[in-house]
């Protein structure tokens, strides 16, 4: 399957042709004009003369004209970037007039078909903007425009069956702050029923902990190939279970652990896709250059602007997994399906590791 960065590629080749053309176009037919004018002056021929200032004057007005409206029309054209979170598999349209064609520039999370954008991964997807063109067959002349959004779409990965199993007793098990007995939430786990209370005065009584002691942890390896794949990343079930974990727990803390790299940051449900963005940030030194300039030149906006979009190229490290089982002790790791032997030695060293 053909990679959205090659299809970038593709669709910079095409218009940058189109423009080589259009511009040859718009610049000869004038000048036909012109020299055909011009002979007809030397020759003393004031017909063709006549005929080719005509033709020239009713040209320009049409390239006035057509200029003009065209210049409104994509000047018109919005985009509505939702401002709260929305999930994988969503997206959102862009209307435009007939006869403009809308190129959208955005990082690889998002997948163009027909008029709308389709967010494929979950994360942070970002959005530099929509270079806008409009043709006129007539003429050969080719108007376009950059509009520039600048934007990041928080995508959710949406629910992961089971992605709580294999966490419940580390919770119930874990390092906890004892505060005394208050009446039992039917939130919490029955677990913490004191039951011996509870039958003094007929009533639920719970124990009471220190909820931020009883945060639940969890270590996510911070490696570039999380991020590698089409369709499916392992990073993307990462933040399917990160999701179900931070809707059952509420505020979550996640570690990413890896070679030189520490990140804590605490996430809800609706900031888990923050964690993708964290580790896209993080190997974001690995661009292809050569596009970068490519589609700052084509669009005309700065280098460092244009990379904001092109998806890093991840090296791999690997000793990396080896790093990251020695530093998440204590917490609940998550590892992808790609790496399910690394279980056997996490759990040697008494870490709860939870496959995806």
Sequence with gaps: MVSVLGKLKAALRVV???QVIDQIRAVAQPLVMVVV???????????????ASLALLFYTSY????YVSRTVELRSIKVDIPAHAIHRGEGISVKAPVGIEVKPIVSKHVVVKGDGLIFKWSGVARLLGFLLITHDSLTGLSLSRFQQLKATVMVLPGPLKDAEAGVSRLIETGAEEYRGLIEYDYSKPASRIHWPSSAKVNSLIAKDYSEEATRLTVSIPALPDLLIGDEDRPIDRVLMALENLARQHGLIRVLLIGPGISESVNVSVGEVPLIEGLLVDTYSWARDEDEVRRLSRLINVPSDEAAWVIYPNPKLNEEGWDYFIVNAAGHLAII?????????QLRRRGIEALVV
Excluded: C, D, M
Excluded at 336 to 344: D, F, I, L, M, R
């Design 16 to 18: 940058t042709r189109r």
């Design 37 to 51: 004018s011009y002979v007809g002056f030397i020759n003393g021929v004031p017909q063709l003369t006549t005929v």
């Design 336 to 344: 992808p399906s790609e790496k399910a032997n690394y279980v056997v």
């Design 63 to 66: 390239v006035l004209s057509w």
